[in-house]
């Protein structure tokens, strides 16, 4: 069983900046970042591979996002900067890859979530 903690989410202005950690209770693989507002589906947002030598993004965060992570530390990062109203979200980290990549059915690990609130 792999434990995974986010941390580093709340308010900022549009435009302001944000780093979102994940730290994982073991070593992992791929690794992702997912996000949810309410009534929707979870959507994928970023993932990495193990050793960072592949990353993905979804079109709407790419040039302002940027996936990374410290293996040593079993820990994944999401800055993000450029943020607009709509990246509100709660933004969950997943671990334990079956299948792909930006599927969330595809994950068997995940986070309990943090908040990610952007004013206009």
């Known amino acids: 069983q792999v434990r995974l903690v986010e941390s580093g989410g709340g308010l900022v202005q549009a435009g302001g900046s944000l780093r979102l950690s994940c730290a994982a209770s073991?070593?992992?693989?791929?690794m992702a970042w997912f996000r949810q507002v309410p009534g929707k589906d979870r959507d994928f947002v970023a993932a990495?591979?193990?050793?960072?030598?592949?990353?993905f993004y979804v079109d709407s965060v790419k040039g302002r996002f940027t996936i990374s992570r410290d293996d040593a530390k079993n820990t994944m990062y999401l800055q993000m900067n450029s943020l607009k109203p709509e990246d509100t979200a709660v933004y969950y980290c997943?671990?334990?890859?079956?299948?792909?990549?930006?599927?969330?059915?595809?994950?068997?690990?995940w986070g309990q979530g943090t908040q990610v609130t952007v004013s206009s």
């Open positions: 990495i591979s193990w050793g960072g030598g592949n990353t």
């Open positions: 073991g070593r992992i693989f791929s």
């Open positions: 997943a671990a334990g890859l079956t299948g792909g990549i930006r599927d969330s059915r595809a994950y068997t690990y």
